[in-house]
Antibody, heavy 122, light 108 residues
Framework: QVRLVESGGGVVQPGMSLRLSCAASGLSLERYAFHWVRQAPGKGLEWVAVMAFDGSDEYYADSVKGRFTISRDNAKNRLSLQMNSLRPEDTAIYYC???????????????WGRGTLVTVSS | IVLTQSPGTLSLSPGERATLSCRASESLRNNYLAWYQQKPGQAPRLLIYAASSRATDIPDRFSGSGSGTDFTLTISSLEPEDFAVYYCQQYGISPPYSFGQGTKLEFK
């Protein structure tokens, strides 16, 4: 079964760091670009970051640029999001998702994980 | 690119036709607009891509149309499982790949 499973969420204080992971099963991570998308409680979707299939390109939303870093380990079939200098407004469910474009970044997603909740609060 | 969805909430009954709108602040090249459905506690599900192409396993009661800056998602005859929140997303040339604020489709 093809699935994505996020982990690593939790409660952290402002200014702290957290690392999220997304494990892929039933598919080979190296064949696709992947995104992180977040959703604040009761709010809409916000695109966060994307990384190309081989890690050669990465892009970020302005709201997280310089604080978040997306990475991937194709050998372990795992995507990560390192989040530093966290702010209360980063509180959200974080989803990883597979880009529809295969090896090319197209920008929309056809497979999503169930998400992991990050809460930034003192 | 800013996407504005309307209405914010749409109250309809099963069997009725739903029309959801998404307007972009500038023209979308290649009409690269997607629609997603999200139910409470679930991840989004891709319904439509490139404005009018249905994703895999999406029922044909869902259809997308539009071009340039104005796009529409139509559900021809609502089923009980269609009541959810719907988001549009623009994508393509370069990030950021922004989403609209969502339309909640609720039981009347």
């Amino acid at each position: 079964q093809v699935r994505l499973v996020e982990s690593g969420g939790g409660v952290v204080q402002p200014g702290m760091s957290l690392r999220l992971s997304c494990a892929a099963s039933g598919l080979s991570l190296e064949r696709y670009a992947f995104h992180w998308v977040r959703q604040a409680p009761g709010k809409g979707l916000e695109w966060v970051a994307v990384m190309a299939f081989d890690g050669s390109d990465e892009y970020y939303a302005d709201s997280v640029k310089g604080r978040f870093t997306i990475s991937r380990d194709n050998a372990k079939n795992r995507l990560s999001l390192q989040m530093n200098s966290l702010r209360p407004e980063d509180t959200a469910i974080y989803y990883c998702s597979r880009d529809v474009g295969g090896r090319y970044i197209v920008g929309n997603s056809d497979l999503w994980g169930r998400g992991t909740l990050v809460t930034v609060s003192s | 690119i800013v996407l504005t969805q309307s209405p914010g909430t749409l109250s309809l009954s099963p069997g009725e036709r739903a029309t959801l709108s998404c307007r972009a602040s500038e023209s979308l090249r290649n009409n690269y607009l997607a629609w997603y459905q999200q139910k409470p506690g679930q991840a989004p599900r891709l319904l439509i891509y490139a404005a009018s192409s249905r994703a895999t396993d999406i029922p044909d009661r869902f259809s997308g149309s539009g071009s340039g800056t104005d796009f529409t998602l139509t559900i021809s005859s609502l089923e009980p499982e269609d009541f959810a929140v719907y988001y549009c997303q623009q994508y393509g040339i370069s990030p950021p790949y922004s989403f609209g604020q969502g339309t909640k489709l609720e039981f009347k």
